[in-house]
């Protein structure tokens, strides 16, 4: 069986799995976070997903404001493809934003909750205008 390995705090079943810790739940639910990003299934990835993130925080630092936005309305667009009907706990928050893990992972860099929820309001009422087209 297959171990998962978080890649940044995540939530999953109404547990809260730190970075690097081992995340267990439905499989289902573990591939899609798998596929977003949130988490990797072979503990030998940690230096590699480290490198990364600090290559992602050094751009996102630089990146300007609305570069950031375009990127983190894509990332919300992209969640809410993989999930449409938000019902994975891990990309969803209880208020029906995404979380600000599985967003950073889809964004390519870390997304704040105010970043998130700036934006998230005018994403929201445009999806569901295309849904009602």
């Not at 995340?23 to 590699?48: F, I, M, Q, Y």
């Not at 928050?93 to 970043?115: D, M, R, Y």
């Amino acid at each position: 069986m297959a171990k998962y390995y978080a890649n940044h705090p995540v939530k999953l079943g109404g547990k809260r799995f730190e970075a690097d810790q081992e995340v267990t739940g439905p499989a289902e639910n573990l591939k899609e976070l798998v596929e977003c990003g949130a988490v990797r299934t072979t503990k030998s990835d940690k230096r590699a997903a480290a490198g990364a993130k600090a290559a992602e925080l050094a751009a996102s630092n630089a990146a300007d404001p609305e570069q950031r936005a375009e990127a983190i309305t894509a990332a919300m667009r992209d969640i809410h493809d993989t999930d449409p009907e938000h019902t994975n706990p891990a990309l969803w928050t209880n208020n029906g934003a995404p979380e600000c893990g599985a967003l950073s992972n889809a964004a390519g860099f870390p997304v704040s909750a105010s970043e998130r929820d700036a934006l998230w309001a005018d994403v929201s009422a445009a999806l569901a205008a295309e849904a009602q087209a």
